[in-house]
């Protein structure tokens, strides 16, 4: 139900209500998160979404905002999208979440369709209900697989924020809960070799796990051939390699697994945020069978109540049909073409602070010439209607990621409003921290 901002009417969503915008955001602060409420409110992007549809998003004073954050990437196919909303209420008629413990038509028939559309050598899916969960599987596995410990990532890496899945990433988080083990949980820098190879040679690793491009650390590209040198040094000194394909997968490469781009074969990969067509919670494992072997030993050694929910599994069902359609997959290349044109024409008018572009497919990193870049522009992107998100680990860079059946006048008009935003962004960054570079760099081209 949408909510009324019609004069003394306040907003009415059936079950609860709201008085006005302040009031939620005060009740925000009381009753969730204070934190990350304050945060957003002192960063100039005080939204509160309310409706939703296609690639847009409404606040609640009404604001549209072009979504290009889409929830890193949970709204790939944009928000609630009619094939996938219908197929969801259609199953209500006769689903619900099911029974975790007993077998499932739902889990086994998208079980089934993941495995053919996976890289090859994966046999077996296990469910999890997000993704930080789905890493805690993978690592578990990985563990029962090789009967060692340590598990390798690399510096800046985030694979949320659960019990193992936190010891992987920075130490902004997990020195937060106690849960920094570099005994268990070394960290190499991303693109070297020569450590990754350092880290292994012990032959003590379960596995090396990495997203196929860091996200969080600002989508930073790896160097040719870096992924399948880093798979070839597993083999080498037996340990896993799991590609978390939690943001780069579902098409956004260009091709349905980021993975397959690099020609891999992954022990085990991760899915989800996307997975879920942005309607129901759901996350994905797919293991080879050599890693298969504790489901055959002891079926209930990972128990998921809402992990794999039968709803959830028929929403990604019709997700996954959705992504691997042909038309899909060229609507992507076309729009990693127009858009990454727009926005290399757009860095040609401030070179000097519009530094850099990261791009894999629609799989953009954004960098700017300030330690605190992104934010600049986030704020005038959302001021300007658009709605991106700067790189937690690195807020020198935008994380900018258009949907992937996004229309060319929207690619355009986000093409448009993204100028707009960059430029004011580095007037305003040039002004606030005299920058020479930045300000040698506008000046000169005003």
Known sequence: ????????????????????????????????????????????VPLV?????????????GKRLIDVHLNGGTYNLGHRHPE??????????????????????????LAEALIASAP??????????????????????????????????????????????????????????????????????????????QALAGR??????????????????????????????????????????????????????????????PDIMVTGKGISGGLYPIACVLVNERSAGWLTQDGFGHISTFGGAELGCIAALKALEITSRPETRSRVHYLADVIGSGLRRIQDTCPDWFTGIRQNGVIFGLEFDDPQGAKYVMKHLYENGVWAIFSTLDPRVLQYKPGILMSPELADELLDRTAVAITKAAREAAGQHGSRAVRAGWEGRR
């Open 84 to 109: 996938v909303v219908h197929t969801v209420s259609t199953a209500m008629q006769h689903f619900d979440i099911g029974n975790h413990h007993f077998p499932s038509l739902a889990r086994t028939a």
């Open 49 to 61: 979404i309310d409706r939703r549809e296609g690639y847009f998003l409404y606040d609640m004073s």
């Open 204 to 265: 003590d690793v379960a596995a090396v796990i990495m997203e196929t491009i860091p996200a969080t650390y600002g989508f930073p590209l790896p160097n040719p051939g870096y992924l399948r040198a880093v798979k070839q040094l597993c083999e080498r000194y037996g340990a896993l390699y799991i590609a978390d394909e939690v943001q780069t997968g579902l098409m956004r490469t260009g091709e349905l697994w980021g993975i397959t781009k690099e020609g891999i074969e």
């Open 120 to 197: 090859g050598g994966l046999t077996k899916v296990i469910y999890g209900s997000g993704g930080g969960e789905a890493i805690d599987i993978a690592l578990k596995t990985a563990r029962h697989t090789t009967q060692k410990r340590k598990i390798v990532s690399i510096v800046k890496a985030y694979h949320g924020h659960t019990g193992l899945a936190v010891g992987t990433g920075d130490e902004r988080f997990s020195q937060l809960f106690l849960a920094d083990a570099p005994e268990d949980f070394p960290h190499v820098p991303f693109n070297d070799l020569d450590a990754m190879e």
């Open 1 to 44: 139900m949408t909510g009324t901002t019609s004069s003394g009417a306040g907003f009415d969503y059936g079950l609860f209500s709201f008085a006005s915008k302040d009031e939620m955001l005060r009740k925000s602060q009381e009753f969730w998160n204070p934190g990350k409420t304050q945060f957003w409110i002192d960063s100039g």
